[in-house]
């Protein structure tokens, strides 16, 4: 449990506030490249500003503030005839990467991007997709640094065919074992969780202790402050930042990023577009139609009765919390050690910019953010002794293989 | 999900639900009491739980928890719970871990009869049954 004025303090992010001016400090995701196909103005809705992202004359893109009545809803997607430039409001950097534009709200130069895979890669092996929650960013994060989850939210009673998994989360077989992860994540519940510190923010592992003296060891990373760098498949991996559009909404942005071949954009975006409407990227299955629970369902096939898009049982749990989870309320267990470390970087860097050490922040030091590569983000099936090198073995064969550069 | 009630008075006994809206195959649903959000289930013993809806870990909504095991299991982590709130398992943390001992939702004495399902306000435990007979007008409307 923590007290009431903190959890305002780590979870608000307007101008002014602090979890805000940390936010602020790094590169924001603002919108998806496609959301300009056919567009010339397209609404953001960011960090509680109200702002316009456009392309002049010369195809540079630009990100103004836009006008908008007090009452706004947090989710606002004017037509682009009704967007009205503030004349002298604020005016932002913007960055396209991957299919993804990213907004430098923060104040003076904003700095390079790291050399995560996921900027590394070319274009052909990165696809951005985002899809919209309704909670404070916070609670969208710590869900994504909470290794023990997958086990009980996402288990699947039975086994799918990981033939059928792509481009799907935890459909595939876990490296180097004949067994689906559904089923590691089903019959191995308790997890040894350990958290350290790295450069970029923190590397979570996740040890499952199987029969026959091995081990499955999962790799999840926290980006500081608002990302994470999970593994999908074999294949794939996940950066996820969510994105705060008030304190009370926010959205997922997500790089799927391919170590082997191209993505398969359009096939990766019809599956996601089934599940989402546009242009808001307002899921389908939601608080409003109870997320099309099914009771029958939860008996027999998922644990949350909320059909197989692992997505959709994140959004229940992190939209049932409230619109900010009161945290005054919780008690956190072993299982939670990651947000735990988490929330003490968070005031960590709160303290620094109180104190203007903003190169206290991580990645904001006289480094240089380019030479930060990885994260090393991958599952490994080992003989238990060997956990640890076969994590890094497995990365780096990974890595070897793959017809871009990714070498650490 | 939702079903909102007139702030009741307190230290008394209040009509919360028909037995005939718990009579379903999940026999689950959401009960507002003033401004306190809760869950009322029936447990395999055929027992009633009126208890808070927010999972006491990081607060998911036991409203749609697994039904099972003779009490409600939060689908974010497995918690379970019986029908007086006390958490009775946490299956993801460490073998031999001692804190579901330490965790409770909260819960509000219900009492059954005349077709009712009745909650007590009052702090504590009630001093007498309710008379259902006094709600039972209630029941036809």
């Not at chain 1, 895979?117 to 994504?144: T, Y």
Request: with cysteine; proline share 8%.
């Amino acid at each position: 449990m923590i007290s009431k004025e903190l959890n305002e303090q780590i979870t608000h992010i307007g101008p002014g506030t602090d979890a805000g001016a940390v936010l602020r400090r790094y590169w924001q995701p603002a919108a998806l490249s496609d959301e300009l196909d056919g567009r010339t103005r397209v609404p953001v809705n960011l960090l509680g500003e109200r702002l316009v992202l456009m392309r002049d004359d010369t195809g540079v893109l630009v990100l103004a503030t836009r006008q908008a009545r007090e009452d706004e809803p947090a989710v606002s997607y004017p037509d682009e005839d009704d967007i009205v430039v503030v004349p002298d409001g604020p005016v932002y950097p913007v960055s396209e990467r991957k299919g993804m534009i990213f907004a430098w709200l923060g104040p003076g130069a904003p700095p390079e991007f790291p050399n995560f895979d996921c900027f590394r890669a070319p274009d052909s092996h990165v696809f951005a997709f985002k899809g919209l929650w309704e909670c404070n960013w916070l609670q969208a994060l710590e869900i994504g640094i909470d290794p023990a989850h997958a086990s009980f939210l996402h288990r699947f009673l039975q086994d799918e065919d990981p033939d059928d998994s792509y481009g799907k989360q935890f459909r595939d077989k876990a490296a180097d074992l004949d067994m689906p992860m559904t089923r590691v994540l089903r019959e191995y519940p308790r997890p040894d969780i350990a958290v350290e510190e790295t450069d970029f923010g923190l590397k979570i592992t996740a040890l499952r202790h199987l029969n026959g003296g091995l081990t499955h060891v999962r790799v999840t990373n926290q980006i500081f402050p608002e990302a994470i760098c999970i593994p999908m498949s074999r294949e794939m991996t996940i950066t996820q930042w969510h994105v705060p559009v008030d304190d009370e909404t926010c959205y997922w942005y997500s790089l799927f990023t391919s170590f082997d071949k191209p993505v398969d954009k359009p096939l990766m975006r019809a599956q996601r577009l089934k599940e989402h409407r546009l242009p808001d990227y307002a899921p389908l299955k939601n608080r409003d139609n109870d997320y099309c629970y099914d009771p029958d369902e939860q008996a027999r096939v998922t644990y949350t009765g909320m059909g197989l898009d692992i997505n959709v049982h994140d959004q229940w749990a992190v939209e049932g919390m409230g619109a900010i989870q009161d945290r005054t309320q919780e008690h956190l267990g072993r299982s939670d050690v990651a947000i735990i470390r988490y929330r003490r970087m968070l005031r960590q860097a709160i303290a620094a910019l109180h104190d203007n050490r903003e190169d206290a922040l991580p990645m904001r030091g006289s480094g240089d953010p380019t030479a930060i590569v990885g994260p090393l983000s991958n599952d490994a099936i080992a003989e238990t002794a060997d956990w640890a090198a076969a994590s890094t073995r497995t990365d780096l064969a990974r890595r070897a293989a793959c017809p871009w550069d990714a070498t650490v | 999900m939702s079903e909102t009630l007139s702030e009741p008075q307190p230290g008394q006994w209040v009509r919360i639900a028909t037995v005939a809206e718990l009579d379903r195959p999940r026999p689950l649903i959401p009960v507002t009491l003033g401004n306190r959000r809760l869950v009322l289930f029936r447990d395999e013993e055929g027992q009633l739980g009126l208890i808070g809806r927010h999972c006491p870990h990081r607060g998911a909504d036991l409203c749609f928890g697994r039904l099972e095991d003779n009490g409600l299991r939060c689908p974010f982590h497995g918690w379970h719970f019986d029908r007086t709130g006390q958490c009775v398992e946490q299956p993801a943390e460490p073998e031999g871990s001692q804190m579901y001992k330490a965790i409770r939702v909260p819960m509000i004495p219900v009492a059954e009869g005349g077709g009712l399902i009745l909650a007590y306000t009052g702090d504590g435990e009630p001093a007498a049954p309710p008379d259902f007979t006094a709600f039972s007008d209630d029941v036809a409307g």
